[in-house]
């Protein structure tokens, strides 16, 4: 019976590995073309972690030659804090970190627990990184609940990125077969690769170009769990243990999405006194002054995550923000607003973005602009619909935010807005009506 069982496992583990190679979707992974990166530098001394907003974040190569270091981003697709320790232990280990740039999302500070977890496709991106046994162990361990461990340790399962399409298959074993997948390339029509775990998307937001058709809640901060507290603190414990420098900071998102969810004050003042407590100050560039960083709608690819032209421009204020030149004692004071209330407050009056939703009888929509402190009756709007290739004009210079749509048609709406008759927004969104 033993043997049995030995042989079944001998050959179980070796079969399900190599079916699991060639059947993972991955032949244009950004995350295996990272970590590839990852475990062949001379050494890395900046480490910039988090999710997707450090990927569409800082150019690594102009972040190291402004630092005299080398700086590498280490996020992967949705990584939740538990993949930000593990990538943090491997590169303690594997390097000599001098600094860690952790950045607090709050759309990862408030993710489910792993108690509460069900979908582990970004967990296991990040473990497929992990090279460390221990590490790995200790991670795919604590991501997720017991039932889950042994879709966890196999390489093949739910959530491995695994396909049958037969496409895809034999696109996977082409490239293997002449060598191209180990040439280790991410390439994608609306994107570039910046190398370090940067990418630069060509796609630009239109300046007055943002809308939704859909109202986003508020960010609920007191549903932060303890877990994510937790490990927060085991990434400043590591950090302390290994005598590496930890800058906590939250990237800047648009104001648009900032404003839409209209609390953003309140996790600001979470992660203010969570790193207080732990005796560190707390950089929200959501929050930082126009004479250090000041970011255009085109700057962004969506509605918080940056464009190539934006990277660019937020690469030189971090580097110039946390290099030598603001150097002041009290540079958290005078280079941030205390809160973003006062930010909007300071601000010019300005016209973020616009909500257009259409009504639940599908006969009307309705208009409601994000903004700061604009009163409402100084904005008017002109409304076309566009209906295939024509163009017809619903409202011109209205104050009306309710406009009543031709029925049995499709299309698109266009809304033009206003702030005493100089332009603010030109934004379009998808309608159907009955």
């Keep these: 019976m033993f043997l049995k069982v030995f042989l079944f496992v001998l050959l179980f583990f070796p079969l399900a590995s190599f079916t699991a190679f060639i059947l993972k979707d991955d032949t244009n992974s950004y995350a295996r073309v990272l970590f590839h990166e990852f475990y062949n530098q001379v050494k890395i001394d900046y480490l910039i972690c988090g999710a997707s907003h450090v990927s569409h974040g800082v150019e690594a190569d102009i972040a190291s030659r402004k630092f005299w270091k080398t700086v590498f981003n280490s996020e992967t697709p949705s990584q939740r804090i538990d993949g930000t320790y593990a990538i943090i232990k491997q590169a303690v280990k594997s390097y000599e970190i001098k600094k860690v740039f952790l950045e607090l999302d709050f759309a990862i500070a408030i993710d489910y627990s792993p108690l509460n977890r069900s979908g582990f496709t970004a967990d296991y991106i990040v473990a497929e990184g992990i090279h460390d046994f221990f590490i790995k162990a200790d991670y795919l361990l604590h991501c997720s609940c017991p039932k889950y461990y042994v879709n966890s340790f196999l390489s093949i399962g739910k959530d491995k990125l695994l396909t049958l399409n037969p496409k895809k298959v034999a696109k996977k074993l082409t490239s293997i077969l002449n060598r191209e997948y180990f040439k280790y390339q991410y390439e994608d029509e609306g994107s570039e690769y910046a190398g370090k775990g940067c990418v630069l998307d060509l796609e630009e937001i239109p300046d007055g170009g943002f809308s939704n058709d859909f109202k986003v809640v508020p960010i609920p901060v007191g549903g932060i769990s303890n877990h994510w507290k937790i490990t927060v603190e085991k990434i400043i414990d590591l950090c302390k243990e290994n005598n590496i420098d930890l800058i906590l900071y939250s990237m800047p998102c648009s104001d648009f999405y900032l404003n839409e969810r209209g609390n953003y004050d309140e996790y600001y003042s979470f992660c203010r006194d969570f790193a207080a407590q732990k005796g560190f100050p707390y950089y929200d560039f959501n929050l930082v002054r126009p004479e ?31 290099g030598s030149k603001y150097k002041e004692e009290n540079a958290l004071e005078k280079y941030f607003y205390s809160s973003y209330a006062q930010k909007m407050a300071e601000m010019p009056e300005k016209i973020f973005g616009l909500y257009i939703f259409t009504s639940g009888d599908k006969k009307s929509m309705e208009i409601i602009p994000v903004s700061n402190h604009v009163d409402v009756k100084r904005i008017t709007y002109d409304v076309y619909v ?31 807005s206003y702030i005493d008759g100089v332009k603010q927004n030109d934004c379009t969104e998808n309608f159907v009506s009955f």
């Design 386 to 416: 566009v209906v295939g290739n024509e163009e017809s004009l619903l409202a011109k210079d209205s104050i009306q935010t309710s406009i009543t749509l031709p029925a049995g048609k499709s299309g698109k709406i266009r809304v033009i």
């Design 292 to 322: 250090i960083l000041s970011l255009r709608d085109s700057d962004y690819t969506d509605d918080n995550h940056l464009s190539k032209k934006g990277v660019y421009v937020w690469t030189d204020a971090f580097c110039d923000f946390f």
